[in-house]
T-cell receptor, first 113, second 112 residues
Framework: DAGVIQSPRHEVTEMGQEVTLRCKPISGHDYLFWYRQTMMRGLELLIYFNNNVPIDDSGMPEDRFSAKMPNASFSTLKIQPSEPRDSAVYFC???????????FGSGTRLTVV | DAKTTQPTSMDCAEGRAANLPCNHSTISGNEYVYWYRQIHSQGPQYIIHGLKNNETNEMASLIITEDRKSSTLILPHATLRDTAVYYCIVCSGGTSYGKLTFGQGTILTVHP
């Protein structure tokens, strides 16, 4: 199994541009989580899905952030417009009931200049 | 979910056991204790979890006190590759679908 796959690994964009982060969960996992990590705030849960349906998006910082899961094998996290304070490492993780723990991807390091 | 308290940092000599403590005095009956670690620049990695019995797997052992108000993660023979941030998390739900809220964790440094 290739694990949770995130793309791109690094993204540098200018303030005001749209950014889309992508995640492919482990096949068969029915939970998908998006986290953000910064030095100041640590790891924060942004949103999570179960069976492609958003369950809790209370961690999404503001309306500029949106997440979708059109099918069981793909999810996106979009920031529009991006701001310098969005610079962080964004992690995707997947899991399934009965499976031990979450499996995290390698993350996307986003820099907004 | 209950809050956890961990030391900010710990050191351990290579080859020795690393014992990482965690306090979770407000844990409720249906909440599990999870441990994850994050090696620099990588995503967090699941280590182990338990409810009230001690648990052991290929990576570590988890000792939970009888009153469940604290636990200890034990890495029996620490190596340099175990240098990481270790997170203790209390989570309701009992299975992997519970929301995981990460604190600041313990920075474990394993030195030669």
């Amino acid at each position: 199994d290739a694990g949770v796959i995130q793309s791109p690994r690094h993204e540098v964009t200018e303030m005001g541009q749209e950014v889309t982060l992508r995640c492919k969960p482990i096949s068969g996992h029915d939970y998908l989580f998006w986290y953000r990590q910064t030095m100041m705030r640590g790891l924060e849960l942004l949103i999570y899905f179960n069976n492609n349906v958003p369950i809790d998006d209370s961690g999404m910082p503001e309306d500029r952030f949106s997440a979708k899961m059109p099918n069981a094998s793909f999810s996106t996290l979009k920031i529009q417009p991006s701001e310098p304070r969005d610079s962080a490492v964004y992690f995707c993780a997947s899991s399934s009931t009965g499976v031990r723990g979450y499996t995290f991807g390698s993350g996307t390091r986003l820099t907004v200049v | 979910d209950a809050k956890t308290t961990q030391p900010t940092s710990m050191d351990c000599a290579e080859g020795r056991a690393a014992n990482l403590p965690c306090n979770h005095s407000t844990i409720s009956g249906n909440e599990y204790v999870y441990w994850y670690r994050q090696i620099h620049s990588q995503g967090p990695q699941y280590i182990i979890h338990g409810l009230k019995n001690n648990e052991t797997n290929e990576m570590a052992s988890l000792i939970i006190t009888e009153d469940r108000k604290s636990s200890t993660l034990i890495l029996p023979h620490a190596t340099l590759r175990d240098t990481a941030v270790y997170y203790c998390i209390v989570c309701s739900g009992g299975t992997s679908y519970g929301k995981l809220t990460f604190g600041q964790g313990t920075i474990l440094t394993v030195h030669p």
